[in-house]
Structures are given as C-alpha cells and as structure tokens.
C-alpha cells in the first residue's frame, strides 16, 4: 500500500499540474485528461484522488494559496530571527503577493483565474475569501504588535490599517501584472517598494522599543 507520503505527493504534483495548465493556457484548458498528461499519470489514478474538475481546481487553489502562504510566514520568521522593525517585515510579506518575477506572476494568474470562477463556485469562494481574511488578519496582528513595541500610536485601530495597507498590496499587485513591462517608460514594479513603505509608513510611525539597545 502507497504511504500517505506517496499519496500527498500525488496531489501535489496534480495540483502542479492544474497550475501550470491554467498559467500557460487559461482555466479552460484544464481537464482530467490534460491534468494527467501534464502530471505523467494516467487518468485513472488521477480520479482515484479527485472524482470531478471542480475538485482537481478546489485542490489547486488551496495548494496555491497554501504555498504563498507559506512564504510570507518564513518571511515573518526570518525577521523575528533577525531582529528586524515590523514595518520592514511586513513590506517582505506584502512583496510575496506581488508578482514581480515569473515564478509570482505564474501563481498570481493562476489566483486571478480562480477567483473568477469563484463568483460562482462556493467552494472556490470560501478558500478565495479565507485566504484574504488571513492576510488582513496577519496585517492586523504585526499593527497590534507594533502597539505593544512602540512602532505603532496607541490608539491606532488595527482593523482599518489592515484593511487599508491589504487593498493597496493587492491594487499593485494587479498593475504589476497587468504592465509588468513599464507605464510611460517606467517598469512599474519600481514603484512597489518606494509605495508599501509608504503606506507602511503611515501606520507603522514610532520605532520598536523591543530591539533597543
């Protein structure tokens, strides 16, 4: 009998498959029979994991949404680890949803099409709607946070900070995709940084009292 091991590499490399099938032909090109083709598998064992399409996708875009999750959470520990302000941190995790390179505008096409098809697929909706409640939810922690050390004012309510920094990250996210090359002459992915630590700034205004020496 396979080990679980084997059976989650399975589904991961299916839900690889359904990803790359949607980056480099769109949301209709995946079927059972191209997702197995592109995963080296036969088509019987990919139903043996995932009966229907809806399925394959609902999977994928967990695993998706999983994987730049994950990201975002070692950029977290790596300034935890080193010590770094909040505000710089959460500039490294906002820059994860970007996509500034080809490896992040694959994955964000990829989301772009699901949420599409989210408006009228439940099941695709709640991962679409859980993933941009924990990221609103992670911003409003690293604002209480920043409370506690001394980069955030007092009375500054998290919630609206959160609200606010999460619409500008995905608002450039989507001109970033939209004109990866450049707008008047200007690539405008060089505008991201100068921007997040912008509004960043706005929030995160004091400095941490917790590195202090």
Same mark, same amino acid.
């Given at each position: 009998?396979?080990?679980? %091991?084997?059976?989650?590499? =399975?589904?991961?490399?299916? @839900?690889?498959?359904?990803?790359?099938?949607?980056?480099?032909?769109?949301?209709? %090109?995946?079927?059972?029979?191209?997702?197995?083709?592109?995963?080296?598998?036969?088509?019987?064992?990919?139903?043996? !994991? /995932?009966?229907?399409?809806?399925?394959?996708?609902?999977?994928?875009?967990?695993?998706?949404?999983?994987?730049?999750? %994950?990201?975002?959470?070692?950029?977290? =520990?790596?300034?935890?680890?080193?010590?770094?302000?909040?505000?710089?941190?959460?500039?490294?995790?906002?820059?994860?949803?970007?996509?500034?390179?080809?490896?992040?505008? @694959?994955? !964000?096409?990829?989301?772009?099409?699901?949420?599409?098809?989210?408006?009228?697929?439940?099941?695709?909706?709640?991962?679409?709607?859980?993933?941009?409640?924990?990221?609103?939810?992670?911003?409003?922690?690293?604002?209480?946070?920043?409370?506690?050390?001394?980069?955030?004012?007092?009375?500054?309510?998290?919630?609206?900070?959160?609200?606010?920094?999460?619409?500008?990250?995905?608002?450039?996210?989507?001109?970033?995709?939209?004109?990866?090359? %450049?707008?008047?002459?200007?690539?405008?992915?060089? /505008?991201?940084?100068?921007?997040?630590?912008?509004?960043?700034?706005?929030? /995160?205004?004091?400095?941490?009292?917790? !590195?202090?020496?």
């Amino acid at each position: 009998m396979p080990r679980t %091991a084997d059976h989650e590499e =399975r589904r991961r490399q299916i @839900a690889d498959a359904v990803s790359r099938l949607i980056s480099e032909h769109g949301l209709d %090109a995946v079927t059972v029979a191209r997702t197995a083709a592109t995963a080296g598998m036969s088509v019987g064992l990919v139903q043996h !994991y /995932f009966r229907t399409k809806d399925e394959m996708l609902l999977h994928a875009f967990r695993e998706i949404s999983a994987r730049i999750r %994950a990201r975002a959470e070692e950029r977290i =520990r790596d300034g935890v680890e080193h010590k770094r302000p909040i505000a710089r941190v959460m500039a490294d995790v906002m820059t994860e949803y970007i996509p500034l390179d080809e490896a992040r505008r @694959a994955e !964000y096409r990829v989301a772009r099409a699901f949420a599409g098809r989210a408006l009228d697929a439940p099941a695709l909706a709640e991962v679409d709607t859980e993933t941009a409640r924990k990221l609103r939810e992670d911003i409003a922690r690293a604002v209480r946070n920043g409370k506690e050390c001394g980069e955030v004012e007092a009375e500054l309510d998290p919630l609206p900070a959160a609200v606010r920094l999460a619409a500008v990250m995905e608002g450039l996210a989507l001109q970033v995709y939209r004109e990866p090359e %450049a707008v008047e002459g200007v690539p405008v992915a060089r /505008f991201v940084a100068p921007l997040l630590d912008a509004e960043l700034a706005t929030v /995160f205004t004091g400095e941490c009292r917790q !590195y202090a020496t």
